[in-house]
């Protein structure tokens, strides 16, 4: 049986983590400041699907002393990745994989560089969950998780063994999975939605619903979502008109929410602001593809983020 | 002797007014939520140029008791340019003039539309001002005025007879007044500096030291002042790029102000977007100059001036 281990356990890692625990699923969590109080209490999910609680967990406060694992579940916010250096190598089994459980484009290629190209996939989280307490994650909406797998210079790969492998662990678990057989592309269709809104939602104190309501945002974000389809048709993914259209229609049924980066922002700490703006915009630049306005907001991100620290 | 009228004895009003009577000009008040406060008291001024009190001045409530005068200076905000129709009939004599102290693009065209083509000159303040109680100014840094004379279609017209006698008046008062022989470009020039710095501002909740200080905000605000002199190209006005870097390097040498766009918008004010922003990227769009990030300020400040109203 598959192992599993979580780093970060939190908004993201604990309720996945937690699932597949709950599922039968043998899963080793690295925590920081929980540890202390998770090793004692277990943790606790709230969610529309169900509360539950993990009376037990393995915990642990020290990467030294975890397992190595079958599948190492990245799901630090790409800020922290500086630590994947000293984090990975002990957990990830001689045959596993990292599934990198991250926002924003050309993530994979730090991960790839720590432990070889063939051992990353990842996960694309369309979840609205929060952490509200040491180890208590209370999740609110949505869930599913898009596995894509990754070569150097993102080729379509199809869909591959381990992908069938977690999606079946993770559909155990009652986690809605779809198999992407282009990770490049989904990460951009992923993109056209999070720049504007995790961007704009920071830039003017907003939440989604505002920002989708108001006409000169709901231009301005579908401007936005050009500028990032243009980019991504330069590196041969082509997203239609009618996925920008779709979008926005969904967005503007959903219920009144502060984005993640929002809420990064809110409580102090840093953004995802390489990720998700800088690491598209410089493929804007190098490929040369206009894109002044995510320029603009990715300068105005920038701004507020030293502004704060 | 030229006889004055203030419509609007505000931060601008108020200061200019008042010093035009000190040095002994006729100057008649139109005030509003501040009427009856200073018909009693007069106007208070503090200045680093000097304090000083005007203990009795001519104050008025309603614009049909001021008798008509050689000189009417509108010092309303153009956000309340909808008043004009009723505010200036009354007060401007048969051979007056209007002095528009309002910043922007195209606000001549309704004053023009009022009292005629021929009778309207504007003065661009460059003016570090506030109202800090009824009747009460603190006149905080700068204070000059360039005058223009105006006709319709903005050609130069040099420097003409009224505004050589509007600046002999002013210079008495101690006023530092410029003559600009071309309107038009007197108006680009000054929305070079306005258009990155007040909006900005406004959406980043800073001010203009931090705004300078920082490299991205730098570099965008480089940005939008060549997309400002752009437009200003397509209208025949060159503005060369050693005045843009000459702008910069003045704002780096300011004092930490907040602009008056984000005065208003703290103080829950309408702001000038329309005048500011909205004519100039009317202008571009006509003449089709490519202004992204012109465009996506002005939709990111008329999202919050929505939010807010």
Redo the contacts between chains.
């Keep these: 049986m598959t192992t599993y281990a979580i780093l970060g356990t939190g908004a993201l890692g604990g309720f996945y983590g937690a699932r597949l625990q709950q599922a039968g699923n043998t899963v080793h969590f690295l925590l920081h400041s929980d540890y202390a109080h998770v090793k004692r209490q277990g943790l606790v999910i709230e969610s529309p699907a169900g509360n539950f609680t993990l009376p037990q967990v393995n915990a642990y406060a020290d990467v030294g002393e975890m397992p190595p694992c079958d599948v190492v579940v990245v799901a630090l916010k790409s800020t922290q990745n500086h630590l994947l250096p000293q984090l990975l190598p002990p957990v990830l089994q001689e045959t596993g994989v990292v599934l990198l459980l991250q926002n924003g484009l050309d993530v994979e290629k730090a991960v790839a560089t720590i432990v070889g190209d063939q051992r990353v996939m990842s996960g694309l989280c369309f979840i609205c969950s929060n952490k509200v307490g040491p180890g208590h994650i209370r999740h609110l909406d949505y869930g599913a998780i898009i596995l894509g797998d990754y070569a150097p210079g993102y080729p379509s790969l199809g869909i591959t063994a381990r992908m069938q492998r977690v999606a079946q662990d993770f559909t155990q678990a009652g986690i809605d999975v779809e198999l992407a057989t282009d990770l490049l592309l989904a990460r951009w269709r992923k993109l056209v939605w999070n720049i504007p809104f995790n961007g ?1 939602s920071v ?2 104190d ?1 939440k989604v619903d ?2 989708i309501t ?1 006409s ?2 709901h ?2 974000a579908t ?1 936005l979502m050009q500028e990032v389809v243009a980019i991504a048709a330069r590196q041969g993914r082509e997203i239609p008109e009618a996925y920008i259209q779709g979008m926005l229609k969904a967005t503007t049924q959903m219920k009144p929410y502060l984005t993640s980066m929002k809420i990064d922002y809110d409580q102090g700490r840093p953004m995802e602001i390489e990720a998700l703006f800088g690491n598209p915009l410089r493929v804007a630049q190098v490929t040369g593809v206009s894109v ?2 995510l ?6 991100l ?3 983020d ?2 704060q620290g």
Tied chains: 1, 2.
Excluded at 295 to 300: K, R, V
């Design positions: 704009l830039v003017l907003a505002a920002l108001d000169h945002t231009q301005l401007d002044p306005k320029e603009m907001l990715y300068q105005q920038l701004f507020l030293r502004q």
